[in-house]
């Protein structure tokens, strides 16, 4: 990936954030929505948005339709602000990252927790003994 996908990848990205947060109205789009990564085609003509939502889990299916549905309005925005010549077509996927980070997180929290506990009881039975 050249320097110059990879900074429009990072403008796209933060400009649908923004149009996300300050101008998308859509019902199926409220909560949190994070876009997670853009990736750009090579001949810059397409670009692959990675979505994902944390707290309650919505209707994917409803997200994406959303997306889909502004996805037009997204592009014609992203045209007025980045001034490039050719905005690429807007692609949605979501993305399991976050998701899959607050679990493991869970997980850990839960394993040292049963870890102090043990820890714990260890440490009592070894000062009865004494």
């Known amino acids: 990936m050249t320097r110059r996908t990879e900074r429009l990848?990072?403008?796209i990205q933060i400009?649908?954030?923004d149009l996300l947060r300050k101008h998308i109205?859509?019902?199926r789009l409220n909560g949190l929505i994070s876009v997670t990564a853009v990736e750009i085609s090579?001949?810059?003509k397409t670009a692959r948005?990675?979505?994902s939502t944390l707290g309650g889990t919505p209707d994917r299916d409803e997200v994406l339709k959303g997306f889909n549905s502004a996805a037009g309005y997204m592009r014609r925005e992203l045209a007025h602000r980045l001034n490039i010549r050719v905005t690429p077509e807007l692609s949605f996927e979501f993305d399991d990252s976050i998701e899959h980070g607050v679990n493991l997180v869970n997980?850990?929290?839960r394993v040292?927790?049963?870890d102090n506990k043990?820890?714990?009881d260890g440490l009592k039975r070894a000062a009865k003994r004494k």
Do not use: K
Request: aromatic letters at 0%; glycine letters at 8%; proline letters at 4%.
């Open 9 to 11: 990848n990072h403008l």
């Open 15 to 17: 400009e649908i954030s």
């Open 25 to 27: 109205n859509d019902p």
């Open 42 to 44: 090579n001949d810059l």
């Open 49 to 51: 948005v990675s979505i």
């Open 107 to 109: 997980l850990i929290d």
């Open 112 to 114: 040292a927790a049963e």
């Open 118 to 120: 043990g820890g714990a």
